[in-house]
């Protein structure tokens, strides 16, 4: 019997052996013995009653530790006979050590640790060593002198490892098997003649695995002349197993792992890059990310693997949207008919199979919960992530794919801008029916019900129009144009802004917008009349007092500020159609005077004329064409009117 020992640290040692990595070092005992070329590989974890592990055993049948060469094994840190075989002698099998330092690993099993060897010594006999060591001296090995065996016991190795921490009980729970089929998939797949066994199970990556798939990736530079290309495998787990993006030779020997790299909320997955070409930079794997070849070959990989989860991702979707269907929960009966249905679909498509996860058990109230989500994408989608965080109380991870979903997607802002211009194209079938239609242009009133609406349509007069004064007086409209040149004048300072005949003005509504590409400003009053009632000379004198008392008004003085005022109703006289005609103005323009003033006469033909031509695009591209039920069901939604018929 005799001790090596190893130069080095003992809490440099105890560093290297992870001690906190139980699963780890099961994994590791397991790569040696495939490196010593095992078929079997049995792994068993004795517990006691209180269920606390009292020893892990590792038993292999591979061609063991020979006597001669104990002492190097285990009395070198580093230097291993791997790093420079790179295959196994007999089956020729890649390996997966090569530093040296993966017996150190069994000290995370436990204190005291012992491996029991069977091999075939230089002159062909069989014999037996023992070596062993305790965690109190890491750096000191015992090796029994060897023991002659007969040539019926067979080669092999046995690890046993003793009074283990606490945390080492991890290795009875069942999420343990997962995790080490998880690690040897790829090698179990390429290798059926091996078998390994954990607690009585056999390791079968078929039998566990969720879905798998495959993919050639294009090798770096001219590597792909030379060896077959590299193969991306994917193996989705049912259950955790932590994500990496594992570096194998062609037969699923892993050599190193990398970080996964990836976005895929609710799978759990191992994918495996196999290429031959990684036996020969072996030395550098760990810092492939630094490597421009291998960092071009994980980016390539990382990016098949995004796909690969896109495209599960979409099944995944369109089967829980026929579960929905099947089950008469989803809230949509028939197929889009319009562009802007589809888009509205997509998006809620996406989000409620987000979210599936936390919809109620329970039909009905799952059928309640997908109509609410529908009306808030509909109508309101820049609202839709509060409203399912309140509703659903999400997890910090689905918290994050939601947002992450929604920010990345243009879907909302499109169902917001096809929502705007629906709207916009019913509203103007609604304001065409309360001017128009002869049963109900009779009674609708100015003031209390055509005037309300439309302070909440500016848009009809012309975009980026945004209101300024509705019904207010003249003083108001000079205290708002102020403000509007940042001159945030006091009111009481102001003198009263007055009509020729020493009358205040009631403006209808004031509008205004800044013009593009420079610093002015348009401001635009309106005056609305009734359907019923003909512009004429009064009104037009009515819209021309309100421009009088803008521009002899020093108040309001600005060069930058340009003045439309519009009078509108249904129809007008002829004197005033003449002067809305005349042939030296725009159509509509009864006046130009200085300092950029003018006098509008206008009817609502005109006026929905030119909000049909700004929606006409639109409206072809979403194929919508409102009918008058749509109509008066958006002013009932949005304005709480519903037009009255005269009797």
Known sequence: MRTVHIEARPDHLLRLARLKDPLGAVAEMIWNALDA??????????????????????????????????????????????????????????????????RLQAFALGEQIRWVTTAVNAIGQCERTTISGTIDAPADFTVSEPEPVGDDLPPGTRMEASLPADFVGRLAEPGTRDQLTSIFAPFLAANPDVTITHAG????????????????????????????????????????????????DSRGVVLAELPAGIQAPGYHFTAYLLWDGFSDRRETLELAEMDADLAELSGTARDVLRRHFRERDSERRARLVQEWKNEDVYPYRQEPSEPAEAVERQLFDEVATTVERRLPRAAQNRRTTLRLLREIIAHDPGGLYPVLDELFRLPQAEQDELRRLLERTSLSDIIKATTEVTSRLDFVAALRKMVFDPQTSKIVKER??????????????????????????????????LQELGRNPVPEQLKPVLREDGRKGIVDLMLGRALRGSSGREHLIVELKAPSVKVGQNEVGQIKSYAEAVVSDPQFTDANVKWDFWV??????????????????????????????????????EVIDDCEARLHFYRDQLNHDPATDHAIEYLRRVHHYIPKVSS
Request: negative net charge.
């Open 568 to 605: 509108i109703s249904t129809t007008m006289d002829n004197v005033v159609r003449r002067d809305a005609t005349a042939p030296h103005r725009p159509p509509g323009c009864i006046a130009e005077w200085e300092g950029g003033v003018r006098i509008w006469a206008r009817t609502w033909c």
């Open 201 to 248: 199970h056999v390791l079968d990556p078929s039998t566990v695995w969720a879905h798998t798939a495959e993919y050639a990736v294009t090798a770096p530079g001219g590597a792909a002349e030379v060896l077959p290309g590299p193969l991306l495998r994917v193996i989705e787990w049912p259950r955790d197993v932590g994500r990496t993006l594992a570096l194998c």
């Open 37 to 102: 070329e095992a078929c079997e590989i049995v792994v068993d974890v004795e517990t006691n009653d209180l269920g606390g592990v009292e020893y892990v055993n590792v038993v292999d049948d591979g061609h063991g530790m020979p006597h001669a060469s104990c002492a190097d094994y285990f009395g070198r840190l580093g230097g291993s006979w791997k790093s420079a075989a790179k295959v196994s002698p007999r089956l020729k099998r890649g390996l997966h050590g090569r530093s040296g330092q993966g």
């Open 448 to 481: 209390s019900e055509l005037h309300k609406i439309l302070e909440r349509e500016t848009w009809v007069f012309g975009d980026a129009y945004a209101l300024m004064v509705s019904d207010r007086s003249l003083d108001t409209v000079l205290q708002r144009h």
